[in-house]
């Protein structure tokens, strides 16, 4: 396997990224300068120093230098500990914070469920799941399900919703999903602000 075909390989596992598109990427890097490569390079290797992982939620965020243990979203004082978001992935989260419709914590599960699959805990975060709800169970009143609506992210949602089943029901904590305005099929992160609004407003 040539260097070509090495490359091609390490773009076709980014999400989203088809053999194609990956081998477009590997020719679009061979057309540009030293210069350029040099420069991306180097940024990887600096993104990889300075990211951490937030020990709340799980999302990635860069350390101001303090190697804090807590991304800003969720050390922020000012938002609602009463209602936590769960959602699949950083994206996702970034793209429901950025619209400024949701003032709650949230959890990042880190993935969706295969609908055929039976080592599932090693798939998603839900044991941290259950650790975190348990610890912040005296001011948690509704956990929302916000993944995409396809089959993978509805079979998510079922498999979560059983697994919280107990704990919801000794915690009196609601449990609900995102309802209508996203369309099926609807990945989360690509969804516009109105879009992402009215399927929080409609949550069941």
Do not use: W
Request: overall charge positive; glycine content about 6%; proline content about 1%.
């Amino acid at each position: 396997m040539n260097i070509i075909e090495k490359l091609t390989e390490i773009f076709k596992e980014f999400p989203g990224i088809g053999e194609r598109q990956a081998k477009r990427f590997v020719y679009f890097l061979m057309s540009k300068n030293g210069e350029y490569s040099e420069s991306l390079t180097a940024l990887i290797k600096e993104l990889k120093k300075d990211s951490l992982q937030c020990s709340e939620c799980f999302r990635f965020f860069i350390s101001s230098g303090k190697r804090e243990k807590v991304c800003e979203i969720c050390a922020d004082k000012n938002s609602d500990s009463s209602s936590l978001l769960v959602v699949e992935k950083d994206s996702d989260l970034e793209s429901v914070h950025k619209s400024r419709i949701y003032n709650g914590k949230y959890f990042i599960l880190g993935g969706l469920v295969p609908i055929v699959e039976k080592n599932t805990k090693r798939k998603i975060r839900i044991e941290e799941l259950l650790e975190k709800i348990k610890r912040n169970s005296k001011n948690l009143k509704e956990i929302i399900l916000a993944f995409s609506l396809n089959l993978e992210g509805n079979h998510t949602d079922l498999y979560v919703r059983n697994q919280l089943k107990e704990i919801s029901k000794e915690f009196n904590i609601k449990i609900s999903s995102l309802g209508r305005g996203l369309s099926t099929g609807t990945e989360l992160e690509y969804s516009d602000n109105d879009t992402l609004k009215n399927a929080l407003k409609n949550r069941q």
